[in-house]
Every structure is written in C-alpha cells, then in structure tokens.
C-alpha cells in the first residue's frame, strides 16, 4: 500500500526536521486537538450511538471527558516531564554530573479497538503528541461511525506529514506494520498482540501492548454486599460489558452466593429498569459476529437472570449464570458481554490458584475489608491493577499507570506514563575538563594501588 509508506516517509521527514520537538509546539498541538474535539464533541456522541448505542453521558464520562481531561493534564505537567533530569554520579567519575534526556521515538503508530473507539485511539494519541513524535492511527474497522468522526477531528487539527489517520481492515494494520516504525502502541485481544509483537520484532521496533483477558472479582463477608453488586454492576454491565478491565466473573464467599444474587438483580433491575432491552441507554453488541459468539457463551448455562438477546438491535440482557464450573465455555476466553458467571469458593487458596491456572489478569476487584485478605491476595497473585472495594475506577487516576503484565499486556500508559511510554530516555555523563590520568595505561604501581583501593568493595 504506497499511500502508508508515503505517509510514513513525510512523517519521517518532518520529525527529522525538528518540528515536534519543541515545548511550544507540542503546547500548540494538545490545545488544537482539544479544540477540535470540543468543536465535534455533538459529532462524536451520534457517532458513538450509531456505533455502540452509547448514550451521550455515557459517552462523556468514559471517552470524552477522560481525553480532555488528560490533555490538560499533559499541559500542566509537559514543562517538568521535558527536563533533565539529574541523577548521583559515582565518585569514581569525578569531575562530572549525570542526567537524563527524555527524547521522541520518531515515527510512532497507535492500533486502536473498537470498544472505546474514542477513548482508546485519542487517549495514547495524547501521550505520543506530548512526547515529541508524528504518529499514525489505525483505527477499527467495527467503529466506522467514530472513526471517520476522528479521521475528521485530526484532518481538522493537524497535517498529515504529522498525525495521520487510517481507517480500514486488517490489510491496512498489515501493510502500516511493514513500515519502519519507531515504536508501536496497540490496543486490543492478547490473540492479536502476538502477531503485533511478532511483526514488530522484523524492524525491532518496541511496543506496549494493551491486551485483555478474564478479570476476576473476589467478595468476602467482610463487605456491605448491596454496596458491592452496585459497583461491580456499573462496571460489569458499562458499555455492556464491553470494557477490557470489566469484571469477567465473580468469586464469592460460598455462604454469601445466594444472597449476593438477589443484589446484583436488584441493582440491575434499578439501574436498567425490568426490561432492559427497552431502554434507550443501553448500550449493544458491536457487531452481529461478537452478538453471536456471545449468544453461543450462554449455550447450555443456567441462568437467574438474562439469557436472551434482540438480533435486531444487537443487545443482549444482562446475564447471570449461577451454576458455572471452571470447565464451562463461559469461563475459558475474556466474555467482553453483559454476561456474569459467578463461582464460589471456601477458602481463598481455591481463588488463588484458580486465578493463577490462567493467563495474568488485566484487573483485579477485591472486595474485602481484612486487612490479612487485601495482603494476601496483593501478594499471591500478578495482575495488571485494580481496586479493592469498587471496579474500573483505577484507569481514572492519571498518577496510576495503566496496563497489563503477561498475557494481558507490557507496558503502561495514562499521565507521565504515557510521555514516558513514547520516549526514549537518553543517559549522559557529562564530563569536565579536569582529567584525573587514573584510568589510563600505563598502570604504574602508585596507580595500581589506588585504584585497587578506590574499586575495591
Ligand atoms: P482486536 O485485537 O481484534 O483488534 C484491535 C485492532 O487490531 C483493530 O484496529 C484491528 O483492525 C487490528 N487487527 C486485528 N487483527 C489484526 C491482525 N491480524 N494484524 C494486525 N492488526 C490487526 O481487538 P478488538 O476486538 O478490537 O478489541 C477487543 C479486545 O481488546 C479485547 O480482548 C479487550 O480486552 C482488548 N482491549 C484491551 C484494552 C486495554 O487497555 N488493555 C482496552 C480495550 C480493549
């Protein structure tokens, strides 16, 4: 596809040109797209109801306002991200001092999904722009509302030679990683983070992947449980369930499962009222590929609650499953639906090891007040992050990086994370003229000596 290898030559040359460098023109540029967002921000709700049935609120409160949002966080904080920063020099190599240069990669690209459309491409957008790089956005193909709404919001804002937008399927994610790039940030399945890492490593190009997988969520008696099927309603049924961080299925205390049930129902019940198909504010199924794998999830499974779906409208009821094992279908890939199996346990070692069998978890919820559980469970088991006590929230706070350790993920973004993520930190020893003859040959025996004494631990 010439049209990206053009794309990527012009943007190669004007990041060699030094145009992105500056603090004044990256300043400029977080404000210009700001500027466009918020002159699209009416665009980009209808686009997210086409896509997603989001409704504007929702639409605000998970995309919209976590990018303005951390677009003014870069400004105020940009200054002192760009400084040197001066770090203990050894004694030994007296007279100098030591410090660190946060440098851009380049030419960057940012492979975005379909869930957060919005969020998920402008959000590591931000943090490339900061960092001083040209960057280009492959955006999903199962958005197509949101992302022409973007490929419009850039084209408004910048040029193309330094931020470009490519719509389309695979073939254009394939022919975008041919290129030489200087850094890759993606997003989306761990199955399609393998093929990124593998293409990746042709050019030796870094990456972070932000990949997704089984999240659990663990309940002892120590909490208030009406409290805690509130929250980790909100945060399951959220986009429908179709947030990479949602809580994929439950782990209660066994006493506790009945009534937990009658909780989240209740919560379902008051927040999306009986028939939940019928409000106008809950969100659907992507695509009629993702409904029917969904559809097939729920296949032979008990359940409480849901069950059933409207193939018209691509939605699916909330779900409760209550009689799952480890061996049902439900719980052997990430379930990115309304639908939430629930298992229970007698002793926390059963949690732990269940959750150790699997591939490292994107998020964790425990909702415990033991002190002994909180450590334990933070102790025992790997997870990307999490909250005890409430779902999702962690990924608001811009001083908490975000994102995955094994196989949901390496690498992390959001605040001076994401500057850090798209820089290249150079190290310099900075030496002054004073040259003390130590180190060079001929060693004579006084060196010897007092160089055997300096080293010497
Ligand atoms: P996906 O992996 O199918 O697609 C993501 C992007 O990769 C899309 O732009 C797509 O066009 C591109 N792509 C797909 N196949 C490709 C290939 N063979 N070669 C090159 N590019 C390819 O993911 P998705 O379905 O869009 O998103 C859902 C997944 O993303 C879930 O697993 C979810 O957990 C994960 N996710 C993770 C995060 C996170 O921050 N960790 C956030 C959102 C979603």
């Not at 719509?167 to 890759?184: K, S, T």
């Amino acid at each position: 596809m010439e049209y990206i290898r053009n794309i990527i030559e012009k943007q190669r040359k004007f990041f060699n040109e030094n145009h992105t460098k500056s603090i004044e023109f990256r300043e400029k540029q977080l404000e210009l797209l700001k500027e466009a967002i918020k002159k699209y921000e009416q665009e980009i709700y209808e686009a997210l109801k086409i896509d997603l049935n989001k409704s504007d609120i929702e639409s605000l409160m998970s995309e919209l306002y976590l990018c303005i949002d951390e677009i003014e966080y870069a400004k105020r904080h940009l200054k002192r991200w760009m400084r040197r920063k001066y770090v203990y020099t050894p004694i030994s190599q007296f007279p100098s001092i030591s410090y660190k240069v946060s440098e851009p990669y380049g030419v960057v690209a940012i492979i975005s999904p379909w869930n957060y459309p919005f969020l998920l491409s402008i959000q590591p957008l931000i943090g490339a722009i900061a960092a001083g790089n040209c960057c280009v956005l492959k955006l999903s193909e199962y958005a197509p509302k949101v992302s022409s709404i973007i490929k419009k919001i850039i084209e408004c804002a910048f040029q193309e030679e330094y931020i470009a937008v490519l719509e389309g399927e695979i073939e254009v994610a394939d022919a975008l990683l041919e290129q030489p790039l200087d850094y890759i940030f993606f997003t989306g399945s761990t199955q399609v983070g393998k093929i990124i890492m593998e293409k990746a490593a042709k050019h030796l190009t870094p990456v972070t992947l932000e990949l997704g997988g089984k999240s659990p969520c663990i309940i002892d008696e120590t909490v208030d449980l009406s409290l805690a099927a509130k929250r980790i309603i909100f945060g399951k049924l959220l986009n429908s369930g179709q947030t990479c961080v949602a809580p994929d299925y439950i782990f209660v205390q066994k006493d506790l499962k009945d009534k937990l049930v009658e909780h989240l129902i209740g919560w379902i019940e008051k927040m999306y009222g009986s028939q939940p198909l019928d409000n106008e504010n809950y969100p659907k199924i992507i695509s009629k590929k993702h409904y029917d794998r969904l559809m097939e999830l729920m296949q032979g499974e008990e359940f409480v609650l849901g069950g059933y779906g409207k193939e018209e409208t691509l939605q699916i009821a909330p779900t409760i499953l209550v009689h799952v094992n480890k061996q049902s279908k439900v719980m052997q890939e990430e379930i990115f639906g309304p639908i939430l199996p629930i298992l229970t346990y007698q002793s926390l070692e059963e949690v732990i090891s269940h959750i150790k069998e699997g591939g490292k978890p994107l998020a964790l919820y425990l909702f415990s007040n033991d002190k002994k559980v909180q450590r334990k469970i933070l102790n025992s088991v790997s997870f990307g992050g999490g909250c005890i006590n409430d779902t999702i929230m962690q990924l608001t706070n811009p001083k908490l990086p975000f994102g995955g350790v094994g196989a949901s993920g390496m690498g992390q973004y959001h605040g001076k994370y994401s500057f850090d993520t798209f820089s290249h930190e150079k190290s310099i020893l900075h030496k002054f003229s004073l040259d003390i003859p130590l180190r060079y040959q001929p060693f004579t025996k006084s060196k010897k000596w007092l160089l055997k004494n300096i080293l010497k631990k």
